[in-house]
């Protein structure tokens, strides 16, 4: 079992920092590998040919590794999840009577693509809405995902989690929906890949867009996207000189080839190579392949048990353990409670999380230990 990696971070001592979901703390050896890397550029005659390659190479095999992917080559780099989505938006043509499916309220970035193609192609936008009440929300929404999925389903683009209140969804079994129906899974696993374990093999999705900087633990600005054998033969929205065959060989390098690089590496992102973000991000994913997805899910379930039971009492809404992440969940106020005053107690306490929708989004990771949620709880319950 983990413990507490606090002393791994610099967090404040006083502060309670429970909103990994909105951006992850810098991990000490993260930052290290960014200050080495932004000092490699004092000496150009140092950054060799090969520099280009190699820790993207090896970025691309931690990821593989922490998904459970068994081709480096799927794995590409991009600045964001737009970026990555744009890339599967690209290659996905759309009917007259299809339509994308997603579910209420899901990230701008992996909204409007799908309303813009919706829009261009004269398709449907069908958002799957959640119960209005909160008794077995998690299962009962995830029931309605399998029912709205059909024939005329082109593709289902979701979350493992809702962003917002940490809902789990289903893939195993939207996955093998989709199947039925010839419909592509598109999924953004910004909010879990890094603390819920994700397994490429068992899910099968067809793409996995991920940003960086928040359960990956990495930098601002660089991302993480996996695509499936359906993007093989695609076109990407930029065309770069590295992404092409030989471009290893920087001496030939107007010998202009037809070729991409194998794999899913022509979606890649010009100037992947990102000296300073690509060793910082592959110095993060290396830890969490030593600390484990499913170990993370563990610790963050064990320290926050008894704030959940205890809020619960209180009249506090949280969902089904089954039915919502154990990183990333929401905590809605029963009737009568004044969110204002909760939300002034979180500042005096220095608790920091989220107000997403009407969710308060709580986020644990490994830095966090009880004393966080035991402020959390008094700083929801001393009105
Ligand atoms: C679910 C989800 N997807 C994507 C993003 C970020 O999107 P982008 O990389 O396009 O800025 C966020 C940021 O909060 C998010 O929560």
Redesign the pocket.
């Known amino acids: 079992m983990l413990t507490s990696k606090r002393a791994q971070f610099s967090l404040p001592p006083q502060v309670s920092y429970l909103n990994c979901?909105?951006m992850s703390p810098l991990h000490k050896d993260v930052e290290k590998a960014g200050i080495r890397a932004l000092r490699g550029k004092r000496n150009p005659v140092l950054i060799a040919a090969d520099d280009f390659f190699r820790d993207s190479d090896a970025l691309r095999e931690a990821y593989a590794s922490l998904i459970h992917a068994d081709d480096p080559k799927r794995m590409v780099i991009i600045?964001?999840?737009?970026?990555?989505?744009a890339n599967v938006v690209k290659n996905l043509s759309i009917g007259k009577g299809q339509h994308i499916l997603v579910v209420a309220e899901?990230?701008?970035?992996?909204y409007y693509p799908w309303k813009t193609l919706c829009d261009e192609q004269g398709a449907e936008l069908h958002i799957v809405v959640p119960p209005q009440d909160y008794s077995d929300r998690g299962k009962r929404w995830n029931e309605y995902i399998l029912d709205a999925i059909n024939t005329n389903t082109r593709a289902v683009a979701i979350?493992h989690v809702h962003?917002a209140d940490g809902t789990l969804f289903d893939l195993q079994a939207i996955r093998k929906r989709t199947r039925e129906v010839g419909a592509l899974l598109i999924i953004?696993g910004?909010?879990s890949v890094g603390a819920l374990p994700f397994d490429v093999q068992q899910i099968q999705p067809d793409a996995l867009?991920c940003?960086g900087y928040?359960w990956l633990l990495g930098p601002y600005a660089i991302?993480l996207a996996y695509y499936g054998e359906y993007f093989d033969n695609g076109k990407p929205i930029e065309e770069n000189w590295i992404n092409r065959k030989d471009s290893e060989n920087f001496a030939a390098l107007v010998n202009y080839q037809n070729d991409y690089q194998p794999g899913a590496l022509r979606y890649e992102v010009g100037e992947h190579s990102n000296f300073i973000g690509v060793p910082m991000l592959l110095t993060a994913i290396r830890q969490l392949n030593k600390w484990q997805p499913e170990r993370i899910q563990e610790y963050c379930r064990n320290i926050s048990r008894e704030a959940v039971n205890a809020l619960r009492e209180k009249g506090f809404i949280i969902e089904e353990e089954a039915w919502r992440g154990a990183h990333l969940f929401g905590i809605r106020l029963a009737p009568g409670m004044d969110g204002e005053k909760i939300k002034q107690n979180l500042l005096k306490y220095k608790v920091y999380v989220s107000f997403r929708g009407n969710a308060i989004r709580v986020s644990p990771n490994v830095y966090n230990t009880p004393h966080d949620f035991q402020r959390l709880v008094k700083a929801l319950t001393s009105i």
């Open positions: 979901a909105y600045p964001s999840v737009s970026y990555g989505m899901q990230f701008p970035s992996n979350g962003w953004d910004t909010q867009i940003a928040k991302g």
